[in-house]
């Protein structure tokens, strides 16, 4: 089998795993929710989402889960809360795909990415933290377009 170049590569993940985007870190909601990102035009296929922790979580109860506010309908929880108190530098989030489930979280060095697609409608997802902690947070999402103009954008 001949080997792939770095390009060839790159063509066949987003194929399969879709668009890469990431948005820059930021500090964590305090004892609120707020969008990290946007969905327009359509809906999205979300194949994986994780958060990676740059600013070490304040060590105190923060129950955190993501959510989906659509532009029309009910707000959607993703998952079920974690408390994400006292993650280290570079510690993982993701979804597992299952609604009931909290997100899973590992500490660094690696995680197991979930296999489950995510249907989204247009409006936002959301990080929504119980408590005002410190710390900081990058996220990205890999994703497909299920209607024809369907895009996503940091918030």
Do not use: Y
């Not at 946007?38 to 296929?45: A, K, L, Q």
């Amino acid at each position: 089998m001949p080997s792939l170049n770095q390009s060839q590569i790159d063509v066949l993940l987003t194929d399969i795993w879709g668009a890469r985007l990431d948005r820059a870190t930021a500090t964590l909601p305090q004892s609120t929710a707020a969008a990290i990102f946007t969905i327009s035009g359509g809906r999205v296929i979300v194949n994986l989402l994780i958060g990676q922790v740059t600013t070490v979580i304040q060590t105190q109860a923060n129950n955190t889960k993501l959510k989906v506010v659509p532009t029309v309908g009910s707000t959607v929880d993703l998952c079920a809360v974690l408390d994400i108190t006292a993650l280290e530098v570079g510690a993982k989030l993701v979804l597992n795909g299952t609604a009931a489930t909290a997100l899973v979280k590992a500490n660094a060095g690696a995680i197991i990415a979930t296999t489950t697609a995510v249907i989204c409608d247009p409006g936002t997802i959301q990080l929504d933290c119980a408590a005002s902690n410190t710390g900081s947070i990058k996220w990205s999402i890999l994703w497909h377009p299920l209607d024809d103009g369907a895009l996503i954008v940091t918030a």
